[in-house]
């Protein structure tokens, strides 16, 4: 950070870092502004990129017909309500084998992280029957069970990169002065690994959040999230590029804007034990 | 692990029994309804504030899908017994297959004035099963030919009201115009039985081929699928859109809305939607024929379908749904959407009193030649050849879902051009025997 | 150091983590397991008669599971190449000083929050389409037909559209393992004169190699299983050209609707996606030990 960069290669560094990002960025900015035009402007030859009338009618005209709110609420449900109950499981997992290391630790945690290469569509019909008779179709509890148990190695995985990196002679100082081992996770561990917990979090808060296979195959319409809110829009209906635009913002813009604030922290535990 | 499956099952059988309980009629109850993301699917769903009123205890929840997701979550919550719907957006195909095996509601005790007599005889025989009614239809279409007078006019060609295949050819490859982003003609590409292959399948009706011969054997290897199927490639190859193998019936309708199609041959449904000012640019300048047929061929392809409404025996609240499906199929709710949209927006092709109405047909430039399209189309013999199956651009077996889409997705790589004609067809016809094999209808 | 008193207590509190895992991979798999032998289709109820092989040999015949075996391994390889090469690329440019870091990082970063549908959708429909799509578009301005691109290269569109989407990651993971990367050792060698070059290949690539393991493992777990993307934009076609393994189990048992078939092609499904764990495993295990 002491070395002096001449202005010229910072400029150069900005031009070609921009533009590579507004390219990266640039299908969501489109999608966005053409959620503001009419249908017409939205195909129009050549495309209008900002000097058109802004025009909120298809934000209006989602909504109407398909409830909104009533999606989103439950994509906040589930996967806030996963994502927590994941972390209660994994919390203590996560400590217990990043401090008392076994011989078969990392083999537990492989295995985890292998059940996540379940395909899907292989076991379907088996859970569909299963919670049928449960009565866990098209309820959130049903999703968040579902959506838990498929996050959880990843939740683990991440909590317990993060745990390691922890400096035990912290805890040995801890156990010297007689902390049992539950005052060890709660007064010492927990605080230092905030920041860990944080990100696995809003990690897995996305991941559940855009997850489109069970979400849409377990739900109907009282426990249907916004991936089956965006699935009514999958085909054109005539004219539809601006509401498919609009319905996507909508569905995107609630985790986007989350992801943007919270960035810094997200970033700091993605690491995975990538860092040493 | 046989102990896990069989405890699973177990506690499946009680719980079935336990939820078994039925809902009064006077207490509120809510109706899930699962549609297809169709026009007038759409705007029966913008109408609801006019039942919901007359019935206070009733809330209504949609679950509007695309046509393919649709399908395979009704199916499947149907199947297995779930009762996640209450009502079902469902097709001819189905409504028969499902109606023999016991999954639907019958339908007898319909309100009084509903009248059943009025619906089109076509209609109402393809949706019944031993003398019970199993779904009421919503809309009903036959297939027909839509195409932009002004460009015909500008090109120096004409389409009879009965025109051939080779009429169409013609035309198609007149108005064709590239540079413009004009294309003769399009036509369903995206694979699907019920997209490409209901197509493809009237189409080769109209040129003499069916499905499959007395014995079950699959007739792909026919000159007359060789011949339907080549045209078909022909003509969207060199007249029709790019990407028309990923386009079906909703992608066809928004590009000749923008005016990009000179022709499109697709269900009779879609006039309402091509004529209406406030959607498509073209409005003013649609002509209509009916379905193509080849020379010497004295067969229009056959098509006949119609979107219904039925009711699962595993819903809980069957009287309020049948409430519901009889008022959405209604000549009640047909007055609503005159009212509301004006009566080229009615829905077509399920009553004959539609037809005899001077309002509609005054409004309804198409309404003419929809219900001769459909009084044309025969479902017991959709081929001049004999045929073991009844359906017109449908099999109506339950395989035909699982083989009907493998075929389609052989003839669109076929017009993707990964493959020629003759390769897909012998693919087609290699799939159809392997699953008629398997299905033990021939050895 | 660990006493048994310890060791018991850990073994207490992994336990939860491990049995409900267990239960979620067991049963739903016994139950598969089982499918796969009968003759079982929900269109046509009745007996489900037990069949032995008979789904296993039917599904392993399929034309079609060739196909989509090349297509799922071309699905992943294509995607990890582009997003590690693309993701190294894009770290080792924001690890500059620039102007606007904090901007361009949300950028770059957004497409990671998009949903696969979403972003499925609006690339299928409003930059692919030949006809009103921004490509179309491009290409016209430039005097060139539109190109068909899920048409013509279904599977290459794929691996385009989930790159975007995993891209971000990458470069995430890769930024971050860049940025731990101790200064003094660069400028040091900096001033040994080694050009900025060799900076790169001797002594940043090398500190990458953890990060970039852990991006292969990562990403292979959900590549494997890539499905939405598939589903909205091509349906697996034209023909099987896109059809991966997933997309063939799903076709089988949820299109077709045949149950038994379908069970058989997922188990295949699993035993093959647990070959590739192992793998996988087997490198990362080496690399994270170290």
Redesign the interface.
């Known amino acids: 950070m002491a070395r002096a960069v001449p202005n010229s290669r910072k400029a150069i560094n900005t031009a070609v870092a921009w533009t590579i990002a507004i390219l990266i960025f640039f299908p969501i900015l489109w999608t966005v502004l053409t959620s503001f035009k009419t249908e017409a402007t939205a195909?129009a030859d050549p495309p209008v990129f900002l000097a058109f009338d802004w025009t909120l009618e298809n934000y209006t005209a989602v909504q109407?017909?398909?409830d909104y709110f009533r999606h989103f609420w439950n994509s906040v449900v589930i996967s806030l309500g996963s994502t927590i109950i994941g972390l209660i499981i994994a919390i203590p997992a996560a400590w217990a084998m990043a401090f008392v290391p076994g011989r078969q630790t990392k083999n537990v945690l492989m295995w985890m992280l292998s059940t996540k290469m379940l395909p899907p569509v292989g076991v379907l019909?088996p859970l569909?029957?299963?919670f049928?008779?449960?009565?866990l179709?098209?309820t959130r509890l049903g999703l968040v069970i579902v959506l838990t148990l498929i996050n959880l190695p990843i939740i683990v995985w991440m909590l317990y990169t993060y745990f390691r990196e922890i400096p035990v002679d912290i805890l040995e100082a801890a156990r010297m002065d007689g902390a049992g081992l539950a005052s060890e996770v709660i007064y010492v561990l927990t605080p230092m690994a905030v920041p860990g917990i944080a990100s696995t979090l809003l990690l897995n808060i996305i991941l559940a959040w855009n997850e489109a296979f069970w979400t849409l195959?377990l739900t109907?319409?009282?426990a249907?999230p916004l991936t089956?809110f965006i699935?009514?829009?999958?085909?054109?209906?005539?004219?539809?590029y601006a509401k498919l635009s609009a319905a996507s913002t909508m569905a995107i813009a609630p985790i986007l804007i989350m992801g943007w604030f919270s960035q810094k922290q997200l970033v700091r535990g993605l690491t995975f034990g990538a860092v040493k | 692990?046989?102990t896990?499956?069989r405890a699973?099952l177990g506690?499946?059988a009680l719980?079935?029994v336990s939820?078994a309980a039925q809902a009064q009629s006077d207490d509120p109850v809510t109706l899930?309804i699962?549609t297809v993301?169709?026009?007038d699917m759409?705007r029966m769903?913008?109408l609801t504030g006019a039942f919901t009123e007359a019935h206070p205890n009733i809330t209504l929840?949609?679950?509007?899908?695309?046509?393919?997701?649709l399908r395979?979550?009704v199916?499947?919550?149907i199947?297995?017994?779930?009762g996640?719907?209450d009502v079902l957006t469902i097709g001819n195909y189905e409504v028969p297959?499902w109606g023999k095996?016991d999954w639907l509601a019958p339908l007898d005790e319909l309100p009084e004035g509903y009248d059943t007599d009025d619906l089109l005889p076509s209609i109402r025989q393809a949706l019944t099963v031993d003398d019970t009614l199993y779904a009421l239809p919503f809309y009903g279409e036959s297939a027909m030919v839509m195409y932009r007078t002004d460009l015909v006019e500008e090109a120096g060609v004409t389409i009879p009201d009965q025109p051939t295949w080779s009429d169409i050819m013609t035309a198609a490859e007149a108005m064709t115009n590239?540079a413009e982003?004009t294309y003769g003609i399009c036509l369903r590409g995206?694979?699907?039985w019920g997209e490409n292959m209901a197509f493809l399948t009237a189409m080769a009706n109209s040129y003499g081929a069916r499905w499959f011969d007395m014995d079950w054997r699959p007739q792909f290897d026919s000159p007359e699928w060789q011949s339907a199927t080549n045209d078909y490639l022909t003509m969207l190859n060199e007249y029709g859109?790019?990407?028309?193998?990923?386009n079906?019936f909703?992608?066809n309708?928004?590009?000749f809305?923008?005016g990009?199609c000179g022709i499109w041959i697709d269900a009779t449904v879609a006039a309402s939607?091509v004529t209406d000012p406030d959607?498509?640019t073209v409005a003013e300048n649609v002509g209509f024929a009916q379905f193509p047929n080849k020379e010497g061929v004295d067969n229009h392809g056959n098509w006949l379908w119609s979107w219904n409404l039925a009711i699962p025996a595993s819903s809980d609240s069957v009287d309020a749904a049948k409430e519901f499906v009889a008022w959405a199929t209604s000549k009640e709710y047909t007055e609503i959407v005159a009212e509301e949209q004006g009566w080229r927006a009615a829905p077509p092709g399920t009553r004959t009193s539609l037809y005899e109405n001077q309002e509609y047909i005054d409004a309804a430039p198409f309404a003419e030649m929809t219900l001769t399209s459909m009084e044309a189309a025969d479902t017991q013999n959709s081929s001049v050849q004999e045929v073991p199956y009844t359906g017109g651009q449908f099999v109506a077996i339950?395989?035909f879902?699982?083989i009907g889409?493998?075929v389609g997705?052989?003839i669109?790589?076929a017009?993707?051009?990964?493959?020629t004609a003759e390769q897909a067809l012998s693919q087609a016809q290699s799939i159809t025997e392997r699953e008629m094999q398997?299905a033990g209808y021939m050895d | 150091m660990a006493t048994q008193h310890s060791r018991a207590a850990a073994r207490f509190m992994i336990a939860p983590s491990v049995i409900v895992l267990l239960l979620w991979m067991a049963?739903p798999l016994?139950?598969t397991?089982?499918f796969s032998f009968l003759r079982y289709?929900?269109?046509?109820?009745g007996e489900n008669p037990f069949v032995g092989w008979e789904n296993y040999s039917?599904f392993l015949t399929d034309p079609a599971f060739q196909t989509a075996i090349v297509n799922t391994l071309i699905l992943v390889l294509g995607v990890l190449f582009i997003t590690v090469l693309g993701g190294i690329g894009l770290a080792v440019l924001l690890d500059q000083p620039m102007w606007g870091t904090g901007i361009v990082r949300i950028m770059v970063i957004s497409p990671f929050f998009v949903m696969p549908t979403v972003s499925a959708l609006v690339w299928k429909n409003m930059f692919m389409?030949?006809?009103?799509g921004l490509f179309?578009f491009l290409a016209g301005t430039f005097g060139m037909?539109?190109f068909?691109f899920?048409?013509?290269a279904p599977l290459a569109s794929i691996v385009g559209i989930v790159s975007w989407q995993w891209l971000p990651f990458a470069t995430l993971i890769l930024l971050t393992a860049m940025q731990s990367l101790d200064s003094e050792q660069l400028e040091a060698a900096e001033m040994d004169g080694a050009s900025a070059w060799s900076r790169f290949w001797y002594i940043k690539l090398p500190h990458l190699a953890r990060a970039i393991t852990v991006v292969v493992l990562i990403q292979t777990i959900f590549l494997l299983s890539i499905f939405a993307e598939i589903l909205v934009t091509?349906?697996?076609?034209?023909?099987?050209?896109s059809t991966n393994l997933t997309y063939l189990v799903y076709?089988e048992s949820?299109?077709?609707?045949?149950v038994g078939t379908g069970s058989a092609g997922g188990v295949v499904a699993i035993i093959l996606a647990n070959i590739v764990a192992i793998f996988l495993m087997r490198m990362i295990g080496k690399n994270l030990d170290a």
Do not use: H
């Open positions: 195909i109407e017909r398909s019909v569909y029957l299963i049928r008779d449960w009565g179709l098209d195959n109907a319409a009282n249907a089956a699935a009514s829009y999958s085909s054109p209906e005539g004219l539809f | 692990m046989k896990l499956t699973l506690a499946s719980c079935t939820l899930t699962a993301n169709n026009g759409v769903q913008g929840q949609w679950v509007t899908l695309e046509e393919n997701e395979r979550r199916t499947t919550d199947a297995t017994g779930s996640q719907f297959i095996q590239e982003q995206k694979p699907g859109p790019p990407g028309a193998a990923a079906g909703n992608e309708l928004s590009l809305q923008q990009r939607f959607e498509s339950p395989e879902q699982g889409t493998a997705q052989a669109s790589a017009l993707a051009g990964q493959s398997r | 049963v016994a139950l397991l089982y289709n929900l269109l046509m109820p039917y389409n030949p006809v009103n179309a037909a539109p068909d899920l048409t013509q091509t349906n697996g076609g034209p023909g099987t050209a076709a949820l299109l077709r609707f045949d």
